[in-house]
């Protein structure tokens, strides 16, 4: 199975920062890509879906880059509420595979 | 409830003995996967079935571990010999083409073996 890989963090960030996560991945023939949220002791949430023209929802910025096989995630105007691990996603025929996930610890 | 749903949400038990962790997906969901989250890491594929078959068990650590959906619905991992390395958060999803793949998770069954 193909590598996913993330910085682990934590990224520690003041309230309404700007924040950016990459995410790498090795298996050049996958298809979709996605960010999901992971709060401490739940099950992960789907975020967004990563396009190949970019996309962005409110504060929430994903775009994909397949010549340098990465992902990236931009947070605009941080909130205490984002505080949480951001996992990212690859799918893999039919599979996804996830990174290990980047901590965001947003402080007052 | 209309999410997937998976019990028993803790489940403690000795080394060597035997475990069974169910899966109910959302329903109509025709694909549903097991993953295995250890602390500090993401989510580790283990196995994913279509229906009935398992369509990629690639996952699978060990022949100790075992899944089956026999109706195409509720799901059961099976965990034998269970040994200490095994204690983990064992996460289900389930997802349908319509969804566009995207992946909803249960809350996850955490496995303690002493």
């Known amino acids: 199975r193909k590598e996913v890989e993330q910085d682990p963090g934590p990224f520690n960030v003041p309230e309404g920062a700007t924040v950016a996560f990459n995410c790498t991945y090795s298996n050049s023939a996958s298809q979709s890509f996605f960010w999901y949220r992971q709060d401490c002791r739940k099950e992960p949430k789907l975020l967004m879906s990563?396009?190949?023209s970019g996309n962005e929802d409110g504060r929430f910025t994903a775009q994909l880059n397949r010549a340098s096989q990465y992902i990236s995630l931009l947070i605009r105007d941080s909130k205490l509420s984002d505080s949480a691990t951001y996992l990212c996603a690859v799918n893999e025929f039919s599979t996804l595979t996830f990174g290990k996930g980047t901590m965001l610890l947003v402080s007052p | 409830g209309a999410g997937v749903s998976q019990t028993p949400s803790n489940k403690v038990t000795e080394k060597g003995k035997y475990v069974e962790l169910r899966c109910d997906p959302i329903?109509?969901?025709?694909?549903l996967y097991w993953y295995r989250q250890s602390l500090g890491q993401g989510p580790e594929f283990l196995i994913y079935f279509q229906g009935t078959g398992a369509a990629d068990d690639s996952g699978l650590p060990n022949d100790r571990f075992f899944a089956v959906r026999p109706e195409g619905s509720v799901s059961t991992l099976k965990i034998q010999r269970t040994e200490r390395g095994d204690s983990a958060v064992y996460l289900c999803?389930?997802?349908?083409?319509?969804?566009?793949?995207?992946?909803?998770f249960g809350e996850g069954s955490r496995l303690t073996v002493l």
């Open positions: 990563v396009y190949s």
């Open positions: 329903s109509g969901h025709t694909a």
């Open positions: 999803a389930s997802s349908s083409r319509l969804a566009g793949g995207e992946l909803f």
